[in-house]
């Protein structure tokens, strides 16, 4: 008798299945972290007065859910549109002084001390994307010998190839002097 072996799976796992899969488009994934970190930093500089400690821990976390949701075509946008997001997103806790000019130098300014959290949550972006794409990788190398030698299942039987068309018997007599008579001629 064959026993069968049942892998429990944790209740995390569980949890996490739970949690919406949605594929974004590039463009999509970059313009779902700005808004969202546009939002989040209004909502830090109502509640926690432009803190700059909340604004960059709620940025990993939207920075990691941005790797995750990307589709796989387009995975390179991730590390690339997190930073923007971030610059999007730091400019209502800048605290710039009143003029357009104030407004770019609190944004330079804050962008410059917040670059820890800017690089922290890139990296986190990077690897997550890097991470998804050797995994495709590997699955479609894995595609690829499961289909065996000249793209055919392993498993599929050989088949003789069919006559085409195209491949009629030539009748003698009828080389390239009646291949051109038969072509039209132009005027």
């Known amino acids: 008798m064959y026993r069968v072996r049942v892998r429990s799976v944790p209740p995390v796992v569980l949890a ?24 989040l930093a209004c909502v830090d500089r109502l509640l926690f007065d432009s803190s700059e400690l909340v604004y960059g821990l709620l940025f990993l976390p939207v920075s ?15 590390p ?10 730091v400019f209502p806790i ?17 962008l410059a001390v917040h670059a820890g959290w800017l690089y922290g949550g890139t990296l986190v972006a990077g690897l997550i994307a890097s991470v998804r794409k ?25 088949r003789a190839p069919r006559a ?11 080389g390239a002097a009646g291949a051109a008579a038969r072509r039209p001629q132009r005027p």
């Open 164 to 174: 085409s068309a195209a491949a009629k018997p030539v009748r003698a007599g009828a």
């Open 16 to 39: 996490l299945r739970r949690f919406p899969n949605p594929r974004l488009t590039g463009i999509g994934a970059g313009l779902f972290a700005a808004l969202t970190m546009f939002v």
């Open 80 to 89: 690339i549109s997190v930073p923007i997001a971030f610059a999007v997103g």
């Open 134 to 158: 050797v995994r495709q990788m590997r699955a479609r190398r894995r595609y690829v010998l499961a289909r065996g030698p000249q793209g055919r299942s392993a498993a599929a039987p050989e």
């Open 64 to 78: 990691a859910l941005t790797a995750l949701w990307v589709r796989p075509a387009d995975l390179v946008t991730a």
């Open 94 to 110: 800048s605290g710039g002084s009143e003029g357009f000019g104030g407004q770019i130098m609190g944004l330079v300014t804050a």
